[in-house]
């Protein structure tokens, strides 16, 4: 059996196809531009359909397909009429619009209330709310709607005609009572939304349905493929990193970091939501996920790399082979407040910015770079000692994303944050976590826990250095104070 799986992002689309031993028999990647309709931004899901069928049809013709997998971005949807044409396309979850819907919600739910069912506070990135501003902005549309979908249900229903959404990408539409299950038709209903409007709900690694014959002939696809419905990115590249048991963390190191974790009960405090992390149900059942955010960190770098240093090198071929040789061993004792982006969980505060202290003229541009990705560390390990107190504990992580191929950085982690970490063979984690949902499915392992076996293979381990944990740990005390210290000066 070969497990065919999709990475659908804002801007770029991966594939992967794996066999049953794991070997990855293909692998592409597409970028697109968003679609321009008067001045703004939406995700362009007709080039992406264009593209993921391509891509399709390419693997087709090297390979046989016994099955497709989506792991898509969240939030933003599509609206249709009732013959399937587009509406209105998906919003980002970035657009402001829907803030004033989101304070609407607020009103009529509560924060508390909303949080307790469906996992998240009210905000404008939320499905619901930008779906409550096309309801009050654009009524004569709004008239027209017959079916609500998000990405990867929009592309699943293409492929198969049926209409199903996983539970964790259900809850990142405000929308979705995450103890039952289901949409809630008690906040829908005083919103004037109706609930089957949206998909139907199911597990993660649920099939949905075979591939449609028109799929299958036009593309010229080998036997009889079915559709295994996936998840959030998010959730698909803590599968990937083989996320499955209570405190397994997965720690995403891109131009953002969001590290995901498992706890298993619902919180009782709805300071939790209220402070921007989100309750979600995960692919494992008895299990939820919450999302640590922190909006600069490659990015960080890249500021650093490009705005500062201009892409200097000195003598090695590159600014990384540069300027991580130089560094001094030890805490630079330089503390750096990461909001180069704003601040995201715990503080929720756009506005905040960036801040660097205890700089002199003895400061080299290495140190003040290592301080750059020690207070990443501390901002991170601030977020880990904020959860603890709504019962959800961190007990370790696999690094992903661009940061992860920084073995200085993964050891400053290590130390500050006081975990063990470990990177994986390939960066590519929620391809392989469509794949592991893949190969339970179609009955080649019996749960997640076997395909992790095959399919998960990690790299490097770093551990914490006591001697360098323990030196961080009055800077620690320091960085936690900054925020509140300096944050009327925004």
């Not at 005609?161 to 929308?175: E, F, M, N, P, Q």
């Not at 976590?433 to 997640?448: D, E, R, S």
Request: proline fraction near 3%; hydrophobic fraction near 35%.
């Amino acid at each position: 059996m070969n497990y065919l799986s999709f990475d659908i992002g804002t801007t770029g689309c991966k594939c992967q196809l794996f066999s049953e031993d794991a070997s990855i028999l293909y692998y592409e990647f597409i970028e697109y531009d968003f679609k321009l309709i008067e001045n703004e931004n939406y995700v362009n899901v007709d080039a992406i359909w264009h593209h993921l069928t391509a891509m399709l049809e390419r693997v087709a013709k090297k390979h046989d397909i016994s099955s497709i997998c989506i792991s898509s971005l969240g939030e933003s949807f599509v609206l249709l009429d009732k013959d399937d044409n587009i509406l209105f396309y998906p919003m980002l979850y970035t657009d402001p619009r829907g803030e004033d819907e989101a304070q609407i919600i607020k009103n009529k739910i509560g924060e508390d209330r909303a949080f307790f069912i469906t996992g998240v506070v009210p905000h404008s990135m939320y499905s619901l709310s930008k779906l409550l501003w096309i309801k009050n902005n654009r009524p004569d549309l709004f008239a027209k709607a017959d079916k609500i979908m998000l990405t990867c249900d929009y592309f699943g229903y293409l492929l198969t005609g049926k209409r199903v959404i996983d539970y964790s990408l259900a809850a990142r539409t405000g929308a979705f009572d995450i103890e039952k299950m289901q949409f809630s038709n008690e906040i829908l209903h005083e919103l004037g939304i109706l609930s089957d409007m949206f998909s139907v709900p199911m597990r993660a690694g649920s099939i949905v349905a075979p591939i449609k014959p028109e799929i299958i002939r036009d593309y010229k696809i080998k036997g009889s493929p079915v559709l295994v419905l996936g998840s959030h990115d998010q959730v698909c590249a803590a599968l990937g990193a083989g996320v499955l048991e209570v405190g397994d963390s997965v720690d995403g190191m891109g131009t953002v970091e969001c590290i995901t974790t498992l706890f298993s009960s619902k919180p009782t405090d709805a300071t939790m939501g209220k402070q921007g992390y989100p309750c979600v149900p995960y692919a494992v059942e008895g299990t939820y996920c919450t999302y640590i955010l922190n909006y600069s960190c490659g990015s960080t770098v890249n500021w650093m790399r490009k705005k500062i240093m201009h892409g200097y090198s000195g003598d090695k071929s590159n600014f990384f082979d540069y300027i991580e040789e130089q560094m001094d061993e030890g805490p630079t004792g330089i503390l750096t407040l990461p909001y180069f982006g704003g601040a995201s969980t715990p503080y929720q505060n756009l506005g905040a910015k960036g801040a660097i202290i205890n700089l002199t003229t003895q400061t080299s541009d290495c140190n003040l770079y290592k301080s750059l990705l020690e207070g990443t560390a501390f901002e991170m390990r601030l977020n880990a000692q904020t959860v603890e107190k709504y019962g959800v504990k961190i007990n370790n992580a696999v690094a992903t994303g661009g940061g992860a191929n920084s073995k200085k950085w993964l050891q400053i982690k290590a130390d500050i944050q006081n975990l063990k970490i470990k990177t994986l063979r390939s960066s590519e984690g929620g391809l392989c976590g469509c794949a592991m949902l893949q190969a339970v499915a179609l009955k080649q392992f019996n749960n997640l826990s076997q395909a992790k076996e095959a399919f998960v293979w990690y790299d490097k381990e770093f551990v914490p250095i006591n001697e360098e944990r323990l030196a961080y740990e009055k800077y620690y005390e320091k960085y936690k104070k900054i925020y509140k210290a300096i944050k009327e000066f925004y």
